[in-house]
């Protein structure tokens, strides 16, 4: 599976943007996908993540409410709406793709997926 992010950019504290993520292959929907984060310094944190079916969700407490995952298996798309983004969410995006969802705390684990995208440069402005 290879995954390719888009969307990022320059927004102003306040904004919204929204990051797709493409997944190339026929078993897409056979994959839990989510987002990870990374800032300038600052360890890979976890963000967002969604099941197979898109059933089941999990969020980092610092996106919950402003941070929706998405994903549409006809498409092989997953998405993240990210709206009221701060200063502090400025990081490189990066889409990943792993099998299972056994539970939110295997959702926050990199160790969890095996495919890992790019990434895309997200910057908020204050």
């Known amino acids: 599976v290879q995954l390719q992010a888009s969307g990022g950019g320059l927004v102003q504290a306040g904004g919204s943007l929204r990051l797709s993520c493409a997944a190339s292959?026929?078993?897409?929907?056979?994959?839990?996908m989510g987002w990870f984060r990374q800032a300038p310094g600052k360890e890979r944190e976890f963000v967002a993540a969604i099941s197979d079916s898109g059933g089941k969700k999990n969020y980092a407490d610092v996106v919950m409410g402003r941070f929706t995952i998405s994903r549409d298996n006809a498409k092989n798309t997953v998405y993240l709406q990210m709206n009221s983004l701060k200063p502090e969410d400025t990081a490189v995006y990066y889409c990943?793709?792993?099998?299972?969802?056994?539970?939110?705390?295997?959702?926050?684990?990199?160790?969890?997926?095996?495919?890992w995208g790019r990434g895309t440069q997200v910057t908020v402005s204050s």
């Open positions: 292959g026929r078993t897409f929907s056979s994959y839990s």
């Open positions: 990943v793709a792993g099998p299972g969802y056994q539970n939110a705390y295997y959702t926050i684990q990199p160790g969890s997926y095996i495919y």
